[in-house]
């Protein structure tokens, strides 16, 4: 007889969730990192075509998150920073295009 209301959050369900979800994460490695390298590439590239009319500043606001995340992705680091990390530079890309392009 449980006596623990139904309601009640299991912290502990909770973190193997988490962790069973980078765990998953690792197991699909590489059929992720080709689609991240995919996404990182070809937004990193049309970002960078917008940000090369403003001048310097904004080409490495594009290409250091870029090439952090390609350079962790080539270091075969744990997929939780590869993840971090493209996720960073896909939201400084996607800024970058939306801020030049309809500028």
């Known amino acids: 007889m449980n006596n623990k209301p139904e309601f009640a959050p299991d912290t502990a369900s909770h973190t193997a969730t988490a ?7 690792e197991q699909q490695r590489f059929g992720l990192v080709p689609v991240i390298l995919l ?6 590239g049309v970002a960078a075509g ?11 606001l594009v290409l250091l998150p870029t090439m952090v995340a390609m350079c962790i992705i080539l270091a075969v ?14 939201l400084i890309d996607l800024a970058i295009i939306l801020l030049y392009a309809f500028s």
């Open 39 to 44: 996404i990182i590439g070809c937004l990193g």
């Open 77 to 90: 680091m744990k997929m939780k920073f590869i993840v971090q990390s493209s996720s960073v530079a896909v």
């Open 19 to 25: 962790l069973s979800y980078w765990e998953e994460m």
């Open 50 to 60: 917008f940000a090369n009319d403003a001048g310097v500043l904004p080409l490495l």
